[in-house]
């Protein structure tokens, strides 16, 4: 779990072990207190691991399911805009209370980039954004993006 800003939580985490989500496994997000849960797997991904049912099944348990599929962090670079704005509405979800699980393949790339950039429009430095998720390890990637996204937030901010 990772601490943000505003009353809400943030977490990542990696794909269910076995073929789909079990109906207990979603049951157990929810009752930690999960209310979105965001995964970025490809639809390649969500097949092959019989994720289909995966948005039925949590809305059943109050969860709101959002499919944000996405190749690898590298990818994700390319199309900044669509991450900027799916991290703003997963801030102001934190920002509101709720509590928002980022999902991919292994728990690291594309659902750490989503949480730390999320962190980052909360106002957290991108340096603390990824101790915070990622616990220290050298992500090239995510931290190059999240330094360019603070400097033109700032930037953006200052006009």
């Known amino acids: 779990?990772?601490?943000?800003?505003?009353?809400?939580?943030?977490?990542?985490?990696?794909?269910p072990r076995a073929d789909g989500w079990e109906a207990d496994e979603l049951s157990a997000l929810a009752d930690t207190g999960v209310t979105v849960l965001v995964s970025a797997l490809t639809a390649?991904?969500?097949?092959?691991?019989?994720?289909?049912?995966?948005?039925?099944?949590a809305a059943a348990l109050g969860v709101d399911f959002v499919?944000?599929?996405?190749?690898d962090a590298g990818a994700l670079r390319e199309e900044a805009a669509r991450v900027v704005v799916l991290a703003s509405r997963l801030a102001a979800h934190?920002?509101?209370?709720r509590f928002v699980a980022t999902q991919c393949f292994g728990g690291v790339g594309r659902s750490t980039l989503l949480a730390c950039t999320t962190l980052v429009l909360l106002g957290i430095a991108p340096g603390e954004a990824l101790r915070r998720v990622?616990?220290?390890?050298?992500?090239?990637?995510?931290?190059?993006?999240?330094?360019?996204l603070s400097v033109h937030r700032t930037a953006h901010l200052q006009h």
């Open 1 to 15: 779990m990772i601490a943000g800003r505003g009353s809400g939580q943030l977490a990542t985490i990696a794909h």
């Open 67 to 71: 499919a944000f599929p996405a190749a």
């Open 44 to 57: 390649i991904e969500q097949q092959r691991m019989g994720l289909a049912g995966t948005a039925s099944t």
């Open 134 to 148: 990622a616990g220290g390890s050298e992500m090239p990637v995510t931290r190059d993006w999240l330094y360019e």
């Open 94 to 97: 934190v920002q509101s209370g």
